[in-house]
């Protein structure tokens, strides 16, 4: 009886983290801006200039080659200094590009230019993003931030 009042006694100072309220588990939450591409404007999208501006700071790309039409991830050339994309074409015939940056919760400035299949130009199209931060485990915790903008016909929009 006295190892276990003992160890009870001793063995709990040792670890105040357990099951303790305001521990953070996760660590280094991703902040990402997501580009949706309805599939009416991908199936004519040949090449794709994306500007992301926040703060003061811009970070641009562009995406060469949107193709293969099949489902599944679309080759993209890394450039030095820009944000790390990710696009994928969707079984519908979308893409969803998801831009890995380090965003806040201040408005977020996107804008998308390009050509079609036909070499033509899409137009200059501009959006200004209102970025969340999402809690998991309370605000001390921090948590992702993340933004959407949709490319359609029509041009680019928030959500």
């Known amino acids: 009886m006295f190892s276990v009042l003992f160890v ?3 063995g709990t100072p040792l670890f105040p983290s357990c099951g303790s309220p305001g521990v953070c588990r996760a660590v280094g939450y991703g902040s990402s801006v997501t ?30 080659a949107l193709t293969p039409l099949t489902p599944g991830p679309i080759p993209l050339p890394t ?10 074409r969707m079984a519908d015939g979308s893409i ?9 919760d201040d408005p977020l400035d996107l804008t998308t230019s390009g050509t079609n ?11 200004r993003l209102k970025p969340t931060t999402t809690y998991p485990e309370g605000r001390d915790c921090g ?10 016909g029509l041009g680019l929009r928030a959500g």
């Open 8 to 10: 009870l006694a001793v």
């Open 35 to 64: 580009l949706h591409i309805t599939p009416e404007r991908a199936a004519t999208l040949a090449t794709l200039g994306i500007e992301m501006c926040q703060d003061g700071t811009c970070h641009s790309f562009s995406i060469n």
């Open 79 to 88: 450039s030095p200094g820009a944000p790390q994309a990710v696009p994928l």
């Open 96 to 104: 969803d590009i998801r831009i890995e940056a380090g965003i806040n």
């Open 117 to 127: 299949t036909s070499g033509w130009s899409i137009g200059m199209s501009h959006a």
């Open 143 to 152: 948590g992702p931030t993340t933004a959407v903008a949709t490319l359609d």
